[in-house]
């Protein structure tokens, strides 16, 4: 700080003093000041309860009257709400704005009160109460008035003047009331433009383009399309656009009292959309002397909720005006908000095509070209005749699951020649008639759609089209044997005695004895327990996966069939038709399966049923595998001392030492992998034959094995020798033919393991380390 800067504040200080010393002192008072009371509590001492509060009247200065009130019924709420705006534009108000509004004055608390006048320093004008920045006025249902007058804020203070208006006191309330009052009109009108209850809708119009739809609510609450076609709608599809109606909000107040309707586009709207809901009223009821009270009375109450929406707000084309029901002013609404009120037909449609629930259906006919079936539900149990006198409850209700679930993926509601769609005539025709309904549902099912993912459907009777995917579709293409029961034979597997099997030109024969089995022939062979018993379960419970037909056995592979079984099953005899009679023994019963095989599928004919079914193809392997137990050889690994393979390609000669340890004998000193060579033992004493052409007394030269390309020759410890010989693939098959030279026997050796047995020698030399 310079010289001259503090010779300056010196002066200033010097003055400052000389001017408070020669200052006259201010003279005393000659009564004291009346000391503010220092008691707190309500402003409003005997406040009412908040829903006790009918109507809030909020005037202010320079803001036209604002009137609110509460409403007890549709009737004095013709858009719903709880509470309506009187003036300065009647309509519906925002509750939680009134709520805000009521709650702070009937819970405002002061902080200190004082009588006015009686202090220089604080008078009802100082206060802002002469006249008052606000008057808020809360009459309750006996029509007591509590008014409050607002004034201004307190210096230095978030607390607020007020006053009543049947007292002289004011008082210093604990609130910045300016924030509660001092709000726009528009706060407190209600943005939502329409409140129902979504589930008292019975019928929405809504136009648009030229266009009109109409849709009522039925029986249990099922919605119908009226216009601009007759159909079923979703009934939650239904709800989305009902609620988003009674959601839509108001982006703007925009006219309160517009002189036409031109200028926004409302005498010609863009979107109308009418809403009329019923809700029941109980009425009161009378009092009587009678001791059995009245039945109360229900008055239905019909309200419609209206909707018109015009032109868009200036250019950016982000809202558009609207006007609800017969309400003078005129409001701005989103663009996004109308758009979702514009009616989308397609999705408005109910997608279930039958609407028929499988527990309720009493009848099925079924057409496929010239073939019909019809089946009824009596007592609980689907009955039939001819083919269908025996059916599988599980097929019809497969058939009727897939009639109602068929779903609409598109609609053609001006279709061209039927034909077109492959429904002149259909692929099936399918009627189904349910509990309660005279007329059946009749569907007629089409060809596939051009990209094959989807197919053509018609409700006979209607002239609408309807694309469902293809797989839904063909869930319905049954012929009616398909309902047909698919169980060929339900014995008791352990009541099976006898099996005679003939494939081709090989004859099996088996017993059981003690509950096992034994072959007869061929004599002696060993038999695969573990096959024989899936057999027989698989026989005494045998199930089609679907009955294919009932003639011309031929076209399934029964004229010359795979496989003819023939077995004896003890079953028990008729019961004895008087008490006193023994019951009579148990009888042999013989039984014949044939089956056939068409592209690797397995179809199967029963004794002297017509019928032909197609078997799953777990059943195929059981019935037609071997039952010759199927391991080659009964020796172990450690059994063999020696191996020699020929092949083409392939020369291979291994020993086994002094020590166990085995050797490639032309260079006993080559180190060999033991790892591979144990696993060579192990599939070598572990082959199985996939089927057996000839067991007892085969002749190899028949079978094209006396210059066979490939032979193993096995050297036992026990100085037996036995030779493999092993047949050149076959085209278009996946086994060899194989034998054994003593005993001679001819097989079927699969190629997977004829190629791990026929290795050469640099399989199983050691790695250099």
Known sequence: MNFKTTLGLLILLVVVGLVVWLSPSTPEPTTE????????????????????????????????????????????????????????????????????????????????????????????????????????????????????HVGNKVVMSADTYVSLSDDDQVYVAKRDLPQVVDKDIDEYRAKRLTQFTVGDAKALQIGFEGQSYDLTRGDGDEWVIN??????????????????????????????????????????????????TETERELP??????????????????????????????LGGEERYARVGDQDYVVSVKQTDVDNLVPKLDDLRDPRITRVKTTDAQQIALRVGDTTATIEKVGGQWRGT??????????????LQAFEDLQAVSYIDAPDDPAKYGLAPPRVELSVTAAGSVNPVTLLVGNPTPSGRNAYVQRAGEQTVIVTSAAQADRLVVDPLALRSREIFSLNAADIQQISIERGERHYELSRADGSWSFITPADAPVAADRIRNLTNDLARLRATVVVSNDKPDRFG????AAIIQFTAVEPAPAPTTQEAAPPPAQPIAHELRVGLVDNVAYAQAND?????????????????????????????????????????????????????????????????????????????????????????????????????????????????????????????????????????????????????????????????
């Open 227 to 276: 216009a601009p076609l007759r159909a079923y709608a979703e009934r939650e599809r239904v709800d989305t656009l009902l609620n988003r109606f009674n959601g839509l909000r108001v982006a703007e107040f925009v006219d309160d009292a517009p002189a036409d309707l031109v200028r926004y586009g409302l005498d010609t709207p863009y979107l109308t959309v009418s809403v009329t």
């Open 285 to 314: 009821v009378e009092e009587t002397t009678e001791t059995q009270p009245a039945e109360p009375e229900i008055e239905i109450i019909t309200q419609a909720y209206e909707l018109l929406v015009g032109n868009t707000v200036g």
């Open 609 to 769: 049923d017509p019928h032909v079914f197609e078997l799953d193809g777990t059943v195929k392997r059981t019935l037609l595998a071997e039952l010759i137990e199927p391991r080659l050889f009964d020796f172990g690994a450690d059994d063999l001392s020696k191996i020699t393979i020929t092949a083409p390609d392939v020369e291979l000669e291994l020993g086994r030492g002094d020590e166990g340890m085995w050797a490639y004998p032309p260079e006993p000193y080559l180190a060999l992998d033991e790892a591979e060579v144990q696993d060579l033992l192990n599939q070598l004493v572990q082959t199985q034959v996939q089927s057996y052409i000839a067991y007892d007394a085969a002749d190899l030269s028949a079978a094209d094995l006396s210059d066979a390309p490939a032979r193993i020759t096995l050297l036992l410890a026990d100085g037996r020798e036995i030779e493999l010989r092993v047949g050149p693939e076959r085209r278009e098959e996946t086994t060899r033919i194989a034998g054994i030279v003593d005993p001679p026997r001819v097989f079927e050796l699969s190629d997977e393991d004829a190629d791990q047995l026929l290795r050469g020698l640099g399989e199983f030399v050691a790695d250099d380390e």
């Open 558 to 561: 029964l004229g010359a069939p």
């Open 33 to 148: 000041p009346e000391t503010p009371e220092t008691e707190s509590g309500y402003v409003l001492a005997d406040r009412p309860e908040r829903d006790d509060i009918q109507r809030v009247i909020v005037e202010r200065a320079d803001e036209p009257r604002m009137v609110l009130k509460r409403v007890e019924s549709a009737d004095d709420s013709p858009l719903g709400g709880k509470w309506q705006m009187l003036e300065p534009v009647a309509g519906p108000a925002e509750e939680v704005q009134i709520r805000t509004l009521v709650s702070a004055f009937l819970n405002l608390q002061f902080r200190t009160k004082f009588t006015a006048g009686t202090t220089d320093e604080i008078s009802t004008s100082d206060a802002g109460l002469d006249p008052p920045a606000a008057t808020i006025t809360l009459i309750d249902q006996n029509d007591k008035q509590y008014i409050v």
């Open 386 to 399: 001819g083919d269908l006198a025996q059916l599988e409850a599980a097929a019809v209700t497969d058939v």
